[in-house]
């Protein structure tokens, strides 16, 4: 179910950013690359506006619920609990009782 999840949001971006590209903006922006000048001869200029427009919103509502489902109930959560450095750590040894310790040769 995850991995479905995950692959309806990145090809709802990638539509989502394809759409977004297609609008012509001021300028004509990037809309003629990708044929954007001519589309509003299929549609007419103000029903091509809007149906961009439309698909816009629709897939970047899409996009954010999606977001959300996934991330609140479908990501994995590990069982795990990790230690900080810290506390993973051994402590320092303790010291050697007197007669434990390395004895001293003379002229250290």
Do not use: C, H
């Not at 439309?54 to 991330?71: E, G, P, R």
């Not at 795990?80 to 004895?103: C, D, G, H, M, Y």
């Amino acid at each position: 179910m995850y991995t479905l999840s995950i692959i309806i949001e990145v090809v709802t971006a990638i539509l989502l950013m394809l759409v977004v590209l297609m609008q012509s903006s001021k300028g004509g922006g990037l809309a003629g690359s990708f044929g954007g000048a001519n589309i509003g001869t299929v549609f007419g200029v103000r029903r091509t506006s809007d149906f961009l427009t439309q698909a816009t919103q629709w897939l970047a509502a899409v996009f954010m619920v999606l977001a959300l489902l996934i991330n609140l109930w479908l990501l994995p959560r590990g069982t795990q609990t990790r230690q900080s450095v810290i506390q993973s750590t051994t402590p320092p040894p303790a010291a050697l009782p007197p007669s434990q310790q390395p004895a001293q040769t003379p002229g250290n």
